[in-house]
């Protein structure tokens, strides 16, 4: 189940707590809790991701240098952990131009960079593509590792997106088509060759292709 907490000034959503049913015990266990942050201008700065740690793990110890030896470790340590950060980029008109994934390090508490995106719009302000790169930790450096293409009909609705990777790869470059019935689209992400797409107005139904 979700428990939501919003804000009493603004009634914009603050977090979101996610919990595990365990029928054994009959009891709800916290999982994670995203929370919600918010600009002065009501823009979406960050959602950070948090999980709760109940005090045990499992850990991989390698013994001998040779053997593998599966954990379970309980230590005396409960509490909400940061976990990944999402954070939303803005120009200065508020257009949305990209964003980043970041990941919690518990040794040096800090945030690692793991992911990048950024948006290119249209004169029509429909996002065109979206080029993502990932964080290299040895080189300090980040790398392309692909690019979503979009393409949008006079209504201003998705009707094809193409994945194109970095790095050619055979048969990897898939195609998506859609359809709709009266329904105005938003540029969002899918998995699976068929299912649905989430519009402005309703949800398209779409399927994947080879060109």
Aim: with cysteine.
């Amino acid at each position: 189940r979700i428990i939501c907490g919003y804000s009493p000034e603004t009634s914009r959503p603050e977090t979101e707590t996610h919990q595990i049913y365990h029928s054994d015990t009959s009891l709800w266990e916290d999982s994670f809790r995203d929370h919600y942050i918010h600009d002065e201008q009501g823009r979406l700065l960050y959602i950070v991701r948090e999980k709760w740690n109940n005090g045990e793990f499992e850990r991989d110890v390698v013994l001998r240098g040779k053997f593998l030896l599966k954990a379970h470790i309980v230590t005396p340590v409960t509490g909400w952990v940061n976990f990944i950060r999402d954070s939303f980029i803005y120009d200065q008109d508020g257009i949305l131009t990209g964003g980043q994934v970041d990941r919690w390090n518990h040794v040096t508490g800090a945030w690692n960079p793991v992911f990048r995106y950024a948006y290119t719009y249209d004169r029509k302000g429909n996002a065109i593509s979206e080029t993502e790169e990932k964080w290299d930790p040895q080189s300090g450096s980040w790398s392309e590792v692909g690019q979503y293409a979009y393409t949008y009909d006079n209504h201003g609705n998705t009707i094809e997106s193409q994945y194109i990777p970095a790095t050619a790869v055979p048969d990897a470059e898939y195609f998506l088509v859609f359809y709709y019935n009266n329904m105005q689209s938003s540029v969002g992400y899918y998995i699976g060759d068929t299912g649905t797409f989430p519009g402005a107005n309703g949800t398209a139904e779409y399927f994947r292709l080879k060109r």
